[in-house]
T-cell receptor, first 111, second 112 residues
Framework: DAGITQSPRHKVTETGTPVTLRCHQT?????MYWYRQDPGHGLRLIHY???????DKGEVSDGYSVSRSKTEDFLLTLESATSSQTSVYFC??????????FGQGTRLTVV | GENVEQHPSTLSVQEGDSAVIKCTYS??????FPWYKQELGKGPQLIID?????GEKKDQRIAVTLNKTAKHFSLHITETQPEDSAVYFC???????????FGQGTRLTINP
């Protein structure tokens, strides 16, 4: 399995607080992705990165920001968490032309 | 942007029968179509993929077909077994963009 670690694995936070999720990879893959998974919606792309400091929006990027200052780390930040952002978040990595590898997910609950 | 539609959302089949899951994509520039399997509490894992220059690919009991003209691709699982029960996702990547977009997922249940 690719070395992808998501932290934290579980988090409960209050509405209006900032939250940062971390994805760390040891594979030196160029591309990294953040998805959220909700019942009935599958995996929806939030943001993705195609290199250090190079990121782009996905289909559900509102309320989220990302940063990638090193190849191995891709951070997802919820500036002011809302209940609609309660979800399971998955990070994925890939090297162009190959399969994507997923982390184990982070279950975020906003109360 | 690219949109991937997946059907059905749930599928229940008897053990030993075949299962078919279908996806359509919107952008004709898409050139890579992977299928992922997600077991409970885990991240998705690749089970098979196909590129736009190929019409069909098989790997033991699993096959994927691609119709570029109709922008359809399908996953076929034959001789289903209880361990095939999981959520399956199709996906596509647009050439050059590297934006990996998924369908809504299909929950497959194999009944003994």
């Amino acid at each position: 399995d690719a070395g992808i670690t998501q932290s934290p694995r579980h988090k409960v936070t209050e509405t209006g607080t900032p939250v940062t999720l971390r994805c760390h990879q040891t594979e030196n893959h160029r591309y990294m992705y953040w998805y959220r998974q909700d019942p009935g919606h599958g995996l929806r792309l939030i943001h993705y990165s195609y290199g250090v400091k190079d990121t782009d929006k996905g289909e559900v990027s509102d309320g989220y920001s990302v940063s990638r200052s090193k190849t191995e780390d891709f951070l997802l930040t919820l500036e002011s968490a809302t209940s609609s952002q309660t979800s399971v978040y998955f990070c994925a990595t890939r090297q162009g032309g190959t399969e994507a590898f997923f982390g184990q997910g982070t279950r975020l609950t906003v109360v | 942007g690219e949109n991937v539609e997946q059907h059905p959302s749930t599928l229940s089949v008897q053990e030993g029968d075949s299962a078919v899951i279908k996806c359509t994509y919107s952008d004709s520039a898409s050139n890579y179509f992977p299928w992922y399997k997600q077991e409970l509490g885990k991240g998705p894992q690749l089970i098979i993929d196909i590129r736009s220059n190929v019409g069909e690919k098989k790997d033991q009991r699993i096959a994927v077909t691609l119709n570029k003209t109709a922008k359809h691709f399908s996953l076929h699982i034959t001789e289903t077994q209880p361990e095939d029960s999981a959520v399956y996702f199709c996906a596509s990547i647009i050439q050059g963009a590297q934006k990996l977009v998924f369908g809504q997922g299909t929950r497959l249940t194999i009944n003994p």
